[in-house]
């Protein structure tokens, strides 16, 4: 099975700063295909988990332009330009190219 | 538009089975390339990916998990059902099932999840 980890698992941002997160997958997440998958979630405060980016970069219907993703093969990242208080939450990298899927540990994100 | 819901108990007893069911509306599971997906997440922990099952009836499950799980479907009811078996107090979690879209591969939407406590 492919692990995930993300680093670090919490970091605290003051509204207007950047947030990073880095995940790492313990196999390629490129495939054959010429596609690589790679998605990004975020879990707000109570609720459910919603859809952030996908295949590395491609930001979800709605997600506001201060997100972005990138990366390739086995390391990724997520990218916060200007932190703002609706951003709090965890925030999960998942690989869907192989079966079982799987998912990082979380990244929760505070506002100082 | 897409909705998805869980339902079952709130609390089993331990080495019980689990029975959840997940009512979606806004597609269907016959249509060609439809998936549903189920997920956990322990209180406070990690999600964790449980399971698959796609318009043809095929499936799929987490490796340590595949023994005690089963999924299927009722389309004229447009359900999903997840049945695991020898619940253990470590198994309490909310459980979410989502859309898997593909083309995307994305899990989008997901339902709004069912805690379930494994208790005596």
């Known amino acids: 099975d492919i692990v995930m980890t993300q680093t670090p698992l919490s970091l605290s941002v003051t509204p207007g700063q950047p947030a990073s997160i880095s995940c790492k997958s313990s196999?390629?997440?490129?495939?054959?295909?010429?596609?690589?998958?790679l998605y990004w979630y975020l879990q707000k405060p109570g609720q459910s988990p919603q859809l952030l980016i996908y295949e590395v970069s491609n930001r979800f219907s709605g997600v506001p332009d201060r997100f972005s993703g990138s990366g390739s093969g086995t390391d990724f990242t997520l990218k916060i330009s200007r932190v703002e208080a609706e951003d709090v939450g965890v925030y999960y990298c998942?690989?869907?190219?192989?079966?079982?899927?799987?998912f990082g540990q979380g990244t929760k994100l505070e506002i100082k | 538009q897409v909705t998805l819901k869980e339902s079952g108990p709130a609390l089993v007893k331990p080495t019980q089975t689990l029975t959840l069911t997940c009512t979606f509306s806004?597609?269907?599971?016959?249509?060609?390339?439809?998936?549903v997906s189920w997920i956990r997440q322990p209180p406070g922990k990690a999600l964790e990916w449980l399971a698959r099952?796609?318009?043809?009836?095929?499936?799929f499950y987490s490796t340590s998990l595949k023994t005690r799980l089963t999924i299927s479907k009722d389309t004229s009811k447009n359900q999903v059902v997840l049945t695991m078996t020898n619940m253990d107090p470590v198994d309490t979690a909310t459980y979410y099932c989502?859309?898997?879209?593909?083309?995307?591969?994305?899990?989008?939407?997901w339902g709004q999840g069912t805690l379930v406590t494994v208790s005596s």
């Open positions: 099952i796609d318009w043809d009836d095929d499936k």
């Open positions: 196999q390629s997440l490129l495939h054959s295909d010429g596609r690589t998958y």
């Open positions: 989502a859309r898997f879209n593909s083309g995307t591969d994305t899990l989008s939407p």
């Open positions: 806004g597609f269907s599971l016959s249509t060609s390339g439809m998936r």
């Open positions: 998942m690989q869907c190219i192989q079966l079982p899927y799987s």
